[in-house]
């Protein structure tokens, strides 16, 4: 810091005084034109000014170089104060470098003589004598024949893993094709190829543009109309109609079912078929008349209360229960006067049964009394007869 002090402030000496002597210079300069000027023009008198000139000019040039010396002198300065910083520097640096490594040995000495500490604590502790013998070896030496085997298990998994797929892929694939006056679906079989008959619908023609497979939903959708325009068609016959067959198309069709109102639709007329089969097997049995058969129709009249029914349904059934049991009733009462009516006239038989037989014992009694008398008198007439004949 001395040194660049002293260098700054030479060359601060050594500006000043050239300025000076640039200044001093001019100033002669500007006399010596302003001299001659003035002056009257004669050979004699103007040789001095030009040799005043040379000289402020010969000092001027001079000033140059002593300029040069000075930046270089200060440019020389400047780095020799970088590279002095510059080796500072990296010798902080060379001294954190090796405070970190004397704190990271004194760290692996202290854990070093921690766990040597430990040791010998732990080896002037008792220890359990308990013999036992190492476990055998059951590495095996590699075979192989057994890796290839493994290497055929795993490649069969595999295969049978891609052959389950496919088969299932297959599986949801539909067809549909026509038939002998009938369409027919045919379905991907559980296998990577081939398919096999799903139904036939006699009867059915698919209107819709033919496409090179179907899904299920489009599929299960026209076997579902299919089966419900049967049972719908099975209402339209004359007299009663044949509630069991429209059951069982329903029923199919609502395997096929594949949406939420497609379900309740279908559950729902079954559910009328199921009460109108009950309410006609109870009135046929209450047309009969009999304690019996009216005791059969309320029994078909409490499977129909159980059942999903509307109001106007559950009516129907209340009134129909209602006066199936007022006709038990009075059955039931028309019988009992029957059965008491009955009884008395057994009883009545059997009264009169036993008078005639009391009647049959008494005139049997008397007969025999009679007989008995008769024979009585005629013994006397006998003796008689024999005393006579002597």
Known sequence: MGKDS????????????????????????????????????SPKKAKPTPKKAKSAVKAKAATKPKAAAEKTAAEKAAAEKAAAEKAAAEKAAAEKAAAEKAA????????????????????????????????????????????????????????????????????????????????????????PKGTSLLISLPGRTHDAPVKQEY????????????????????????????????KAYLEKALCYSTTAEEKTAVNSRINTIDLMVLMSKADAAISKKTV???????????????????????????????????????LKQQEAEATEAAQKAILAEAKAKKAQAEKMKTDAKAAKDREKAKKTETKPNDAETEKSQE
């Open 104 to 191: 990271a040995e004194k760290a692996a000495a202290e854990k070093a003589a921690a766990e040597k500490t430990a040791a010998e604590k732990a080896a002037k502790e008792p220890k359990p004598s308990i013999s036992y013998e190492p476990p055998p070896d059951t590495t095996k030496p590699s075979d192989p024949s057994g890796r290839m085997m493994q290497i055929g298990i795993g490649a069969l998994a595999l295969l049978i893993l891609l052959i389950i797929g496919a088969s299932f892929l297959n599986h949801r694939h539909y067809y549909i094709m026509p038939g002998d006056g009938a369409i027919e679906i045919w379905q991907g079989m559980f296998a």
């Open 215 to 246: 899904t299920q939903q489009e599929v299960f959708s026209l076997i579902f109309g299919y089966y419900r325009d049967k049972a719908a068609m099975l209402m339209d016959v004359k007299g009663m109609p044949d509630f069991n067959a429209e």
């Open 6 to 41: 002293l260098i700054k402030s030479t060359s601060k000496k050594k500006s000043s005084s050239t300025k000076k002597d640039e200044d001093s210079g001019n100033v002669e300069a500007k006399k010596a034109k302003a001299a001659k000027k003035t002056a009257p023009k």
């Open 292 to 330: 019996a058969s009216l005791e059969t129709a309320l029994e078909h009249l409490r499977e129909a209360a159980d059942l999903d029914l509307d109001d106007i349904q559950e009516e129907q059934v209340k009134r129909q229960t209602a006066s199936a049991k007022a006709i038990l009733k009075k």
